[in-house]
């Protein structure tokens, strides 16, 4: 995933222009590069790798000037080499930056070849340039240009662009892609990102989609896509919002939990462009890789071991390819018999997961491609597979997994999306579940609203020393995370069961000391899992439910019960997951543990 950055200013601009490429260094990238517009002259430093060597690069060829653009490349079209690295220009007047994807860009270069274009690049980006300057040869001014060129694009954008004959305005516009611009006293900025920004401003203005900007040292005019000029509220950044800062909350783990709205929205954010999956955000080799897959195989650790159990109920039932899934740990000492065409599929929160990656490394060669889902852009996995798609959920601090593991679920159900339009997935359906995925930051938010309840729950937990999780379909690896969950930080002794198999064992455990937990969707599934919390209830055993709107199930002594709103069954095991991490947080605060660094655990096992 790549980051933007832009300034127009009274003072120079390729120190604050570095700084803010260091500060999106997170998200990851394989190149980097800035213009600047200097005496009516566009300079470019482009360079493969770390920003350090764009900033090595920088020091023998310094870039001066007040308006300038600059950007960290994660390929999506095109090797990441030096050629392909942004900004991209056309002709040596104007400059272009862009983060996502322009999924017509093939039918656009050869409209502008016929025009009499040249490219230098492989990337989608450079037609942009192309089309900006062929309006602004036209007679359009610099903002007229964008306004017309974003009419052609289809897909997924953020864009900064300069041009030498507008020496003090900078041009921006978004759709799909993040985009802030960052307000000043006589200077304006804008990036991917709050962070980027934070040296020079903590005043920030939001883009909608569809909106175009043009900045000068003194004003920010905005226009949205109908291109009626328009007023975005100016809000002040909150410390602590997605970095490495506790804030107002007690703990990492409880601020990590409320940060998961905002974590769905930007794990989708630049991927889908009006209601689809644009797949090549999965990378380069993305489609030719998609292409020959005919079973996945998944690999992963502790809650991204559960994150994959559920991707194996979504790909076997909407894409209908087999889909196996194991501890790395067991995985790589076994001899595995790995079919014709399997995708291996890693999950890990780092990337330095030390079993995962030694699984990675083991199969490589016997599989016909491997894709990392990770939040740590940069770390071990994501380098040594072919694809990777990050999580985006930023820093994770807490030892115990809330954020990370629903934001892979969200990118498992991307994969899902890409491989399910192979064998079959209709269009439709691939709309009708992202449309219920972007409901999903409103519908956690309602959930946190839960929170009260929840820690009235936790109560009765406290003084106990076990509990028991069940569920059915999606939402059994959910108990297991939930059980996971109450282990980690509360040191309660606690196992999660498939609802099914109770009577089969767990059933003997079942008394009055026992609390069960049970995930209750309104779904297909519930009126076996009814049937499975009487035989509890016929054992003495305390019941605590997390139900959906089946009114048949009520708050009655020995059944305590909170309700969750109506929620799409595609949504169940991330909605449902949420509820659980509040439960262990408050039995753990209870408990008085170390609920970020609970004993005995570390945030990323690298040994195995
Ligand atoms: N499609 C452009 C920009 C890539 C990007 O946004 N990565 O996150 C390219 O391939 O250069």
Not at 399 to 406: E, L, N
């Amino acid at each position: 995933m790549c980051g933007i950055v832009g300034a127009v200013a009274a003072r120079q601009v390729s120190g604050i222009l570095l700084e803010g490429l260091r500060r999106l260094e997170y998200r990851g990238y394989d190149s980097a590069g800035m213009a600047v517009i200097d005496q009516g002259q566009i300079g470019r430093v482009r360079r493969v790798g770390k920003v350090q060597s764009l900033a090595e690069a920088l020091a023998k060829h310094p870039l001066t000037g007040t308006l300038g653009i600059a950007h960290t490349r994660w390929a999506t079209h095109g090797v990441p080499n030096e050629v392909n690295a942004h900004p991209h220009m056309s002709g040596e007047r104007l400059a272009v930056v862009h983060n996502g994807i322009i999924e017509n860009f093939e039918s656009l270069r050869d409209e502008l070849i016929g025009a009499g274009y040249t490219f230098s690049s492989e990337t989608d980006t450079e037609v942009v340039a192309h089309l900006l300057d062929r309006e602004v040869s036209a007679g359009k001014s610099l903002r007229e240009a964008m306004r017309a060129v974003i009419q052609y694009l289809e897909g997924a954008f953020a864009l900064g662009v300069v041009h030498a004959d507008y020496p003090d305005q900078l041009v921006t516009a978004r759709k799909g892609s993040p985009l802030v611009i960052g307000v000043g006293i006589g200077e304006h900025f804008i990036a991917s990102d709050q962070l980027a920004l934070l040296p020079v401003t903590d005043r920030f203005m939001f883009l909608e989609d569809g909106d175009i900007a043009c900045l000068t040292p003194d004003s920010v005019e905005v226009e949205d896509g109908s291109g009626q000029s328009v007023d975005r509220a100016v809000t002040r950044f909150e410390h602590g919002a997605g970095s490495a800062e506790k804030g107002a909350f007690k703990h990492f783990m409880l601020k990590e939990i409320y940060e998961q709205p905002a974590v769905m929205a930007s794990v989708m954010e630049g991927r889908i462009s009006d209601g689809h999956l644009l797949e090549q955000a999965f990378g380069v080799e993305a489609k030719a890789l998609f292409d020959r897959v005919r079973q996945v195989q998944i690999v992963a650790c502790g809650t991204s071991y559960h994150a994959g159990m559920i991707a194996k109920y979504w790909i076997e039932e909407l894409v209908g390819i087999p889909c196996m899934v194991e501890v790395a740990s067991e995985f790589r000492y076994r001899p595995v018999v790995l079919p014709e065409g399997t995708l291996f599929l890693t999950l890990s929160q780092s990337g330095e997961t030390a079993d995962t990656l030694a699984a990675l490394r083991e199969i490589r060669s016997r599989v016909i491609g491997t894709l990392a889902i990770c939040n740590v852009p940069g770390s071990s996995l994501v380098r040594e597979s072919d694809l990777a798609l990050m999580t985006n959920a930023g820093p994770e601090i807490g030892v115990a997994s809330t954020k990370a593991f629903t934001s892979q679920l969200v990118a498992l159900m991307l994969t899902t999306l890409a491989l399910g339009r192979r064998f079959g997935l209709s269009d439709t359906r691939e709309r009708e579940i992202l449309a219920a995925f972007a409901q999903l930051p409103a519908l956690l938010e309602r959930l946190l609203a839960l929170d009260p309840e929840i820690e009235q729950m936790a109560a009765q937990f406290a003084e106990k020393h076990n509990a028991l999780f069940l569920g059915r379909g999606t939402l059994f690896p959910v108990a297991l995370e939930g059980a996971l969950k109450l282990k980690e930080i509360s040191y309660i002794h606690a196992e999660a069961y498939p609802a099914g198999e109770l009577k089969h064992g767990p059933l003997a455990l079942v008394d009055k000391d026992m609390p069960v937990v049970t995930v209750a969707p309104t779904n297909a599934m519930l009126e076996k899992l009814k049937a499975n919390m009487q035989e509890v209830r016929a054992r003495g055993g305390e019941l605590f439910v997390f139900a959906g709107q089946d009114q048949s199930l009520r708050d009655e002594p020995g059944i305590n019960l909170i309700r969750l709103p109506s929620i799409p069954i595609i949504l169940e095991p991330i909605a449902y997951t949420l509820p659980l991490q509040l439960l262990s947080y408050h039995v753990a605060v209870l408990k008085g543990t170390d609920v970020d660094q609970p004993r005995n655990l570390a945030k990323s096992v690298t040994v195995e």
